[in-house]
């Protein structure tokens, strides 16, 4: 924290490397510094900016998870409000969160043109904790402050509805506008705090009326978003000292919630994914123009992301086969059409992006080939700095390199399906890997909103890995007799919004038997599903797997039961079922076979586990992913499960060393232990 006085005004100047984050350190100096102002009788007015061509990026969320240090936002921005003297915020860049509520608590707020603000709280499952949904409302109204507190996405300064906030907008560094504003506010007689300012009371029937809309809208009463309403309803409702701690209150009751925890964890673990030790040594080229090559149904997918972020899309496929890749993208932007998400006409701007024809020339305007299988690419003209990606995993990759040659990059990854809607994209990444064709991929769709996730170049990637374990555990309790409907069931208790063997349905039995043995090998818990592929194969089954199909519909299937049973009684020495509930057997597989990613250096961390059980996989999002979950629940109760079911799947929940370690020294995966 600076400080210096420059002509009777105190310039009080946030300092830290990291972007200005308001750590517990910071927070104490700006009390400190503010105490000083007060006493200095040279001091006439305060002026807060932040150092580095930023204000401040807020609170680090790592603090949300332990006792709050003080001084807390509330208390700070009361401080800020009742100075004895001006306080003028010059903001400058970006002010999120924590930040920027120091700045409504000025007296006024200069800003430089571009600089964004934000209160980003709701999207962690939480709210703010600095009086902003007190004052916000007195500023702009219900309905701009709801708005801009529901949505918290960040928002540029010139944004009109902001305006009332801003004493001036300047192109110039914001600083000398704030000492001419805090030299004039000095020479007034008396300057306004938030508190005395009602305009945005001014139409309280509108103000009402805002808030029963808004509250309407809202799925949910115990929600962040339900918390904010009622918050800013306050605002009008309640003398402004009980509004503050009513969201004192509200906040402290939402700050220990599960919920809000997981959400907290998730955005973390996104930030975490998005540190690439490529980054140092590689640069990412621009992408322009897409190519897709190969038959994979992702492909339709990723040409409407490609197109929806305004990029050239051509896909390398004549006749029928390019024809219908064509209309499977096309059928995507009309049912945007007919669903209002999208007009006609921005329909129709991007599908002149798309193209499609036989020709292997137009690989040669090809920034980034996706690669979904297909034939012999040998001889194929390939522009020089263009990187090739398969986009169904790794297995095709060292054929295609022998076929493209030394001078073509070739990578792996995995996109999510559906490809145009999930956020998630696993990229795998040989030792040997050029880092310019790495950073090129991953900058390439995470700039394109998709969270990219790294991966050892290693059969199964995370993923396919990761859901593999499940697969195997659900197999594994039924080959011991657990009814097939109670594994299901217990996945979707544990939080998966399907289940393994539906997974099974959905991906095709043939294509999960080969996938699994490709990961795994020969384990013995893939007889019972060898076994069921043999009776798909032979038309003895109603559906594709363990479920019965009716057009897109799955159903239980009703003679999966006795088929199991059959199954079994042919069997010798099957292992008995140990008493563990099912839902805790498939984490503790989950459990163990992450532990076996991180030994061997599949993943590079545990959060990324949960981002691909969550963002991939669908796994309830509240929860923060399963290896969040086993963290709040004690590793030694999933340690103890692992011991007990090993007669069933020695491979499988075998405990990692690293994980009775764990155990044995009380660590976990987040807080304690070495791993983020």
Not at 366 to 387: E, H, I, M
Request: proline letters at 6%.
């Amino acid at each position: 924290m600076n400080y210096e006085v420059a002509d009777g005004v105190a310039v009080l100047r946030l300092a830290r490397g990291e972007a200005n984050a308001l750590s517990p350190e910071m927070r104490a100096g700006l009390a400190a510094a503010l105490s000083r102002a007060a006493e200095d009788a040279e001091v006439r007015a305060v002026v807060l900016t932040g150092a580095g061509g930023t204000f401040s990026s807020g609170v680090d969320l790592a603090e949300y998870d332990g006792p709050l240090a003080p001084p807390w936002l509330d208390v700070l921005t009361q401080r800020i409000e009742t100075h004895s003297k001006p306080v003028i915020a010059a903001l400058e860049g970006s002010a999120l969160g924590a930040a920027f509520e120091l700045a409504l608590a000025c007296h006024a707020r200069v800003a430089r043109a571009g600089s964004r603000v934000a209160l980003p709280e709701v999207g962690l499952g939480m709210m703010p904790s600095g009086g902003s949904t007190q004052r916000l409302p007195r500023l702009l109204g219900a309905q701009a402050a709801l708005e801009f507190l529901l949505t918290g996405r960040s928002v540029a300064v010139e944004e009109p509805r902001l305006a009332k906030l801003f004493a001036e907008v300047t192109t110039e560094a914001p600083l000398e506008a704030a000492l001419s504003i805090a030299r004039r506010f000095a020479q007034a007689p008396d300057f306004a705090r938030v508190w005395q300012i009602e305009r945005g009371f001014s139409d309280p029937a509108a103000y009402r009326r805002a808030v029963t809309e808004v509250a309407a809208r809202i799925d949910t009463r115990d929600s962040a978003e339900a918390d904010i309403v009622r918050c800013v309803e306050a605002a009008q409702l309640l003398p402004y000292a009980q509004g503050l701690q009513f969201e004192a209150a509200t906040f402290e009751a939402r700050l220990t919630r599960a919920d809000a925890r997981a959400a907290r964890h998730l955005y973390a673990a996104e930030r975490r994914a998005g540190v690439w030790l490529e980054a140092q040594q590689g640069t990412a080229r621009q992408i322009k123009t897409v190519v897709l090559v190969g038959s994979d149904p992702v492909l339709p997918e990723l040409a409407v992301h490609a197109l929806d972020n305004d990029r050239r899309v051509a896909i390398l496929a004549a006749g029928p086969a390019g024809e219908a890749m064509t209309a499977r993208a096309r059928a995507v932007y009309e049912g945007a059409v007919a669903r209002k998400r999208m007009t006609e006409a921005e329909r129709d701007a991007r599908l002149a992006q798309l193209s499609h024809g036989g020709d292997p020339a137009v690989l040669m305007a090809a920034d980034l080939v996706l690669d979904g299988g297909g034939g012999d690419v040998g001889g194929y003209p390939v522009r020089k700095g263009a990187v090739w990606c398969l986009v169904s995993g790794r297995d095709r990759a060292a054929s295609r390199r022998a076929q493209l040659g030394q001078g073509v990059p070739v990578l792996a990854l995995r996109a999510y399906r559906p490809a145009h809607v999930r956020p998630l994209v696993e990229l795998a990444v040989p030792e040997t890997a050029d880092p310019d064709a790495v950073m090129t991929v991953r900058q390439y769709f995470a700039g394109a909103d998709r969270c990219v996730v790294r991966s050892a170049d290693r059969p199964g990637m995370l993923g396919h890995r990761l859901m593999g374990a499940v697969q195997r555990a659900a197999l594994a309790l039924m080959r011991a007799g657990a009814p097939a409907e109670a594994v299901e069931a217990a996945a979707r208790r544990f939080g998966f919004a399907r289940g393994p063997l539906e997974l099974v349905e959905v991906d095709g039995i043939g294509v999960t038997v080969a996938r699994l043995r490709r990961i795994f090998g020969g384990v013995p818990e893939l007889a019972l599903l060898d076994a069921r592929a043999d009776a798909v194969a032979a038309g003895k089954t109603p559906g594709q797997g363990f479920y019965a199909s009716h057009g897109q519909v799955l159903v239980p299937d009703p003679g999966l039961a006795d088929w199991v049973g059959a199954w079994r009684e042919g069997q010798r020495d099957l292992p008995d079922l140990p008493d563990v509930p099912l839902d805790v057997a498939l984490h503790a597989a989950i459990l163990a076979e992450t532990g076996r990613m991180l030994e061997d250096g599949t993943a590079a961390r545990a959060s990324d586990i949960d981002l691909c059980m969550v963002r991939g996989y669908g796994f309830d999002a509240t929860r923060g992913g399963p290896i969040l979950v086993a963290d709040a629940d004690g590793l030694l109760r999933y340690l103890r499960a692992m011991k007990a079911l090993m007669p069933l799947a020695p491979a499988l929940w075998t405990p990692p060393v690293e994980l009775e370690e764990m155990v044995k020294y009380g660590r976990r995966f987040f807080g304690t232990g070495p791993r983020p």
